[in-house]
């Protein structure tokens, strides 16, 4: 008899728990039916790496919104980037950035990315903005270039490359190198050395694994008795306070580049109630995360489609050569302005952005009106860039094939519309922080990489495919061929005295 009352009760639970699930987003928006009443079934889509395709596939059925949680909306409509990212909109970064918070000597230690308060983060971010200005970033070309002249050396000797690692262990060594002045020596040693980059992988998978379930994630890791188990701190906050301890104190050695741990001390004297030891700790933890799996499957991702597309490469090269750059070793100031290299770029990111979900955010208090539809506060809407890039409205009825030539549009309106409905570094007040070290970089790496090898697909039918179950792809191994073109005739690229 108690038994069956029990049962009476917890089915009368489930059946609240569902209506009121079903309460949440009542208006009549698209997208799996389960999704309505439970997470779990964007957990599982996450999980399993399917999500992103998953929304795609949404999209192009039911139209540019689609429900794919109990409170989570993607929208694949241009018109709501700047309403929903925008600096007064008052979005604010949605619930499943809570899992993506570190955890240091028993107390939860945020990142800037996993800062939710916006004023913190505001603060947080203009302390350090003057290091990442399209100008101040050109400090750490030197470090950018060493990274360069030891991936083309490291070309030479290997005929037969996984495009996907070299480039994480190149990005990896270069992130170490503009970030704290270090490589991590893993290019060389053709390993993740340290661990940096798989201790990177764990915290996008959890982030991505646990997205959807905030709140159990929270009572599994950070309970209280989790919490004081947990006395160390996670492994990327003890290598960014190893890094911070072994500079303090320290002359700053004048005979080399600048690096962001310099300027995040230097901000710290003129600001230190902003940016304190914390603070510093998070803002490497940002950096060494932001620029490795994103760097790396981005240019892995451009030039894997010049690969494919032998025509669009042959245009490229044509490009830089005419324009007579430093083959050794292109300066920004060389490639910053060519126009076939920057849309080679954009396209490459289109096609394959390296966030896998929608880049979520909250409704704020009162509800909006986003895409002509009311939305309660506290839902969480956000644009996947993978989604939005296929818009046909934007970038046109071929916007599922590669090429590069729809960035070189004389109409600047068009362009205006295509370059606001690019996600792939983000938009808005949390646009990505490093986004001119990223642009650079990649820039001088193909144009260095196209100028100096003969590159292609060791199997021209492979395609590019990654786990996307992490919050940021990881790509599965590419293999290709890489023959310097001095073995071609031409002079190899260190010979013409100019590096
Ligand atoms: C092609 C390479 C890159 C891509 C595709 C990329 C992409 C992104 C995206 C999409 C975000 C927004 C994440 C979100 O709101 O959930 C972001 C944020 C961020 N990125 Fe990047 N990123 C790249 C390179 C870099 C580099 C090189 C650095 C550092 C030097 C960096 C540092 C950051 C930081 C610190 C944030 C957090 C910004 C904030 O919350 O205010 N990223 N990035």
Redesign the pocket.
């Known amino acids: 008899m108690i038994l069956q009352q029990v049962a009476a009760v917890l089915g009368l639970l489930v059946v609240y728990r569902l209506y009121s699930n079903w309460k949440q987003l009542s208006n009549g928006i698209p997208g799996p039916l389960i999704a309505r009443y439970s997470d779990l079934y964007r957990a599982y889509q996450q999980y399993n790496g399917k999500l992103r395709d998953e929304l795609v596939r949404l999209h192009s059925v039911h139209g540019p919104v689609v429900r794919y949680g109990v409170r989570s909306v993607s929208i694949s409509d241009p018109s709501v980037v700047d309403v929903v990212y925008g600096s007064r909109a008052g979005f604010t ?1 949605a619930d499943s ?1 809570n899992v993506l918070v570190g955890i240091a000597n028993g107390k939860e230690v945020a990142s ?2 996993s ?1 939710r308060d916006e004023t913190r ?1 505001g603060a947080l ?1 203009r302390s350090v903005a003057s290091a ?1 200005t399209p100008t101040g970033v050109l400090d750490y070309e030197p470090w950018i270039d060493e990274s360069i002249v030891e991936l083309l050396d490291v070309l030479s000797e290997r005929p037969l490359i996984d495009l996907s690692t070299t480039m994480l262990y190149y990005s990896m060594d270069a ?1 170490g190198r ?2 704290f002045s270090e490589s991590l020596g893993c290019l060389r040693a053709d390993a993740d050395e340290g661990g940096v980059a798989s201790m990177i992988r764990n915290r996008f998978n959890h982030w991505g694994w646990w997205s959807s379930l905030p709140g159990l994630e929270r009572l599994i890791y950070r309970n209280p008795i989790a919490l004081r188990m947990k006395r160390a701190p996670s492994s990327m906050a003890a290598s960014a306070v190893a890094k911070m301890k072994a500079r303090a104190g320290k002359p700053s050695n004048s005979s080399r580049a600048p690096d ?1 741990l310099s300027r995040f001390m230097e901000s710290s004297q003129t600001n230190p109630e902003v940016l304190d030891t914390a603070g510093i700790v998070g ?1 490497l933890m ?2 060494i995360s ?2 490795g799996d ?2 790396a ?3 892995t991702a451009i030039l894997y489609y010049l690969l494919q597309h032998r025509d669009k490469l042959a245009k490229l090269r044509a490009e830089l050569v005419a324009a007579d750059i430093n083959k050794s070793l292109p300066s920004n100031r060389e490639v910053s302005k060519l126009p076939y290299l920057h849309a080679t770029i954009r396209e490459g ?1 289109r096609l394959f ?3 896998t979900w929608p ?1 979520e955010r909250c409704v704020p208090k009162g509800g909006a009106i986003i895409a002509g539809m009311h939305f309660h506060e506290g839902t969480s809407v956000g644009c996947m ?1 993978a989604a939005l890039h296929l818009n046909p409205a934007v970038f046109g009825e071929d916007a599922r094939e590669y090429r590069p030539e729809r960035w070189l549009v004389a109409d600047p309106e068009v362009l205006r519309k295509m370059e606001s409905s690019h ?4 938009r808005g ?7 001119h ?2 642009m650079m ?2 820039k001088k790496v193909v144009a260095a990489m196209v100028l100096n090898f003969d590159m292609s697909l060791s199997d021209p039918t492979s395609v590019l495919d990654a786990d996307f179950s992490p ?1 940021v792809a990881c790509l599965k191994p590419l293999m290709i061929k890489v023959v310097p073109k001095h073995e071609h005739g031409e002079l190899p690229f260190a010979s013409d005295g100019r590096i």
């Open positions: 970064t950035y800037l990315v800062t983060h971010r990442f992130a503009f970030s962001l803002m940002s950096t932001g620029a994103t760097t499957t981005s240019t990111m952005p390296t966030i880049i860039p996600m792939g570094l983000s007040r949390r646009v990505c922080l490093g986004q070290i990223a970089q990649m919050a």
